[in-house]
């Protein structure tokens, strides 16, 4: 079995895991089959995530029987000590597990949310709690945002971190790849297909990435034949020319009207949380998570509608986005009025 090392954590892994979202978005049956497909393939790294609603009950129906084989990594938003030790009991019920390998800080926005993490009274706190306890094996850190990680990294608390990269993203190779491999520190890629916009290329997209120092890439997979079809671009990691070619005139079709989650036009004054309302955009129009991602939406108390066209954040932003334009096209795929489509 093709096998890399998961940094520090020494975990031997094939470099290509089983991305946790999708399984969300098919019975408990064909996820079964699913994963028991791709382990007996050679697929050994699970990410999952207490957020990604039944995904991680799903993956406990498999797991217990393959435990040994497998490297299971899931991740929770609480950034206090007393929510997080509550996150990871419900992990390891819903795993069926005595212990997960990785557990992640998950999405961790601000430095302000990273220093929370890292009080007396933070989520960190509850991690050393179980991993001493043997809940836990290691501790990771999950971000859309690099010098959120960079910082992380410079702290020395976390094993393995876990970022998008892909053609289109390319903000982690500037320095944290380079950094982790300095520290030793895992690599982990999620939206490696761009939150499914570079689908046409996703071989091609893999290879690219594989090409980079990183650890693992995880697509989120529902069908036997994504398995396949990444398993072989792993296989041969090879990008040629003309998957080079093709890889980056989807890259360029898509343009760059996309948010990159920077924050650099944050704060809003009238607390529109911009970055967020793209992410959650993202989940409605590109992977395929309408539903969610609506509910998400419309449980927040600011949204995009209460924008007031002051133009502040459009000044700041780094790539000129439209982003008044913007929050009223994301208003008007979830907001209340607009929803009667989605069952
Ligand atoms: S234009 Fe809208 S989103 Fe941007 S800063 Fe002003 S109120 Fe906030
Ligand atoms: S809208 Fe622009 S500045 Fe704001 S997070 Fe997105 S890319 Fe960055």
């Given at each position: 079995m093709l096998t890399a090392k998961l940094g520090r954590t020494e975990l031997e892994i094939n470099p290509l895991g089983f991305g946790?979202?999708?399984i969300q978005r098919i019975s408990f049956e064909a996820a079964t089959e699913l994963l028991e497909y791709a382990i007996n393939k050679g697929i050994n790294f699970i990410d999952t995530a207490r957020l990604y609603g039944d995904?991680?009950?799903?993956?406990?129906?498999?797991?217990p029987k393959y435990r040994?084989?497998?490297?299971?990594?899931?991740?929770?938003?609480?950034r206090d000590k007393a929510g997080m030790a509550a996150e990871i009991?419900?992990?390891?019920?819903?795993?069926?597990?005595n212990c997960i390998d990785i557990y992640q800080c998950h999405n961790v926005r601000s430095i302000e949310q990273l220093d929370q993490i890292l009080s007396d009274d933070g989520a960190y706190a509850a991690l050393l709690e179980a991993k001493a306890q043997g809940k836990i094996k290691f501790i990771g850190i999950t971000s859309h945002?690099?010098?959120?990680?960079?910082?992380?990294?410079?702290?020395?608390?976390?094993?393995?971190v876990q970022v998008p990269f892909n053609i289109i993203e390319q903000e982690p190779a500037k320095e944290l790849f380079h950094l982790c491999k300095e520290k030793n520190i895992g690599v982990i890629i999620m939206k490696p297909l761009a939150g499914g916009a570079l689908k046409d290329n996703a071989p091609a997209s893999l290879k690219y990435i594989l090409n980079h120092p990183v650890?693992?890439?995880?697509?989120?997979m529902e069908s036997k034949s994504q398995v396949d079809?990444?398993?072989s671009a792993v296989l041969n990691p090879t990008l040629t020319d003309e998957e080079a070619r093709a890889l980056q005139a989807e890259a360029e079709?898509?343009?760059?009207?996309f948010c990159r989650k920077c924050d650099y036009c944050a704060p809003c004054p009238n607390g529109v949380d911009i970055s967020f309302m793209f992410i959650l955009d993202a989940y409605y129009t590109r992977y395929n998570m309408p539903e969610w991602a609506t509910n998400r939406y419309r449980s927040l108390k600011i949204d995009a509608s209460n924008c007031v066209e002051c133009g502040q954040c459009e000044a700041k932003c780094p790539y000129e986005l439209p982003i008044i334009e913007m929050l009223k096209e994301v208003h008007k795929h979830m907001g209340k009025e607009v929803h009667e489509h989605i069952k």
């Open positions: 946790g979202i999708p995904s991680e009950a799903k993956i406990g129906q498999v797991i040994d084989q497998v490297v299971i990594a899931t991740k929770a938003m609480s009991e419900e992990s390891l019920k819903n795993l069926k597990v945002k690099t010098p959120i990680l960079i910082e992380a990294i410079r702290r020395d608390k976390f094993d393995t650890s693992v890439v995880i697509p989120g079809e990444n398993l079709s898509l343009g760059n009207r």
